[in-house]
């Protein structure tokens, strides 16, 4: 090569001019995805409290209907006034008792698995550890209800015939809970359905279902934590200076 056609070597102290452009006219990547996504405000320790108590109130009041509905269903006991032995069941081998608990168990079971389906869909800027409480405590209450609903249907007969009935006389007593773990049955439900529904949800604020993991994060702190990445906005650093000639001997 000829040494004539050698580029000049830059002179120590000159800057090349450089366009000044900003590469991103809208700001960085990291800023914008920041401004498209906003994180969610925080639950206030009284909205916590408001839904806890609702949710167990509204699960309290649906136990109503629901001791209405396991009354109809569980079968009645057989029982006959045998004179100086008292009341006693008209079946050697009863299975109403039985079949009383099991019918409460059933519907508990289901009742919670729907009402923690509904709960979790309907109140979904609330999801948290106020709902998991709400439906714990309202699944307890919701049971009690259920139960001393259910036992009131035909009881004020079932006492009257009590007082006035003669030996031989029969009767269908109205059927009642012996199994008091059944109680639990309701809130059991609805805890571990809440619990997997929360588990299965994709965002960490258990906010939008469907939303992609990390909404609701500040994207500009991974901006931050990257000291050694180039300023998108910056202009680029000029070239190094030619090295000089090594003398000629």
């Known amino acids: 090569m000829n040494p004539s056609q050698e580029p000049a070597p830059q002179q ?3 800057v090349p001019q450089y366009d000044t452009q900003p590469a991103y006219p809208f700001g960085p990547p990291s800023e914008a995805m920041a401004w498209e ?19 167990t109130a509204g699960l309290a009041v649906a136990g109503a209907p ?21 009341i006693v069941v008209n079946d050697p081998s009863p299975e109403e008792y039985v079949a009383a608990d099991a019918w409460f168990t059933l519907l508990g079971f289901g009742f919670g698995l729907l ?5 979790w869909m309907l109140l979904r800027r ?6 998991v409480l709400g439906v714990t405590f309202g699944g307890l209450a919701c049971a009690v209800v259920a139960w001393q609903v259910g036992r009131l249907v035909g009881l004020s007969a079932w006492d009257e015939w009590q007082r006035t009935s003669a030996a031989g006389d029969t009767y269908a007593r109205p059927p009642d809970l012996r199994t008091h773990g059944a109680l639990l049955v309701i809130a059991f439900a609805a805890v571990i359905v809440t619990t997997l529904l929360a588990g299965w949800s ?11 993991p ?9 901006s931050s934590d990257s000291p050694d990445e180039p300023d998108p906005t910056a202009a680029p650093a000029p070239p190094a200076p030619w090295p000089a000639d090594p003398p000629r001997g």
């Open 12 to 14: 120590y102290g000159q």
């Open 37 to 55: 996504q906003p994180r969610p405000p925080h639950r206030s320790p009284r909205r916590t409290v408001s839904v806890m108590a609702a949710v």
């Open 66 to 86: 629901l001791g209405l509905l396991w009354s109809w269903l569980a079968p009645s006991v057989p029982v006959i006034n045998a004179g100086r032995n008292g």
């Open 115 to 119: 009402a923690a389906v509904l709960i």
């Open 126 to 131: 609330d999801r948290g550890p106020a709902l």
């Open 202 to 212: 994709n965002d960490p604020d258990l906010d939008l279902p469907g939303a992609k």
């Open 214 to 222: 990390g909404y609701g994060h500040d994207l500009t702190d991974a």
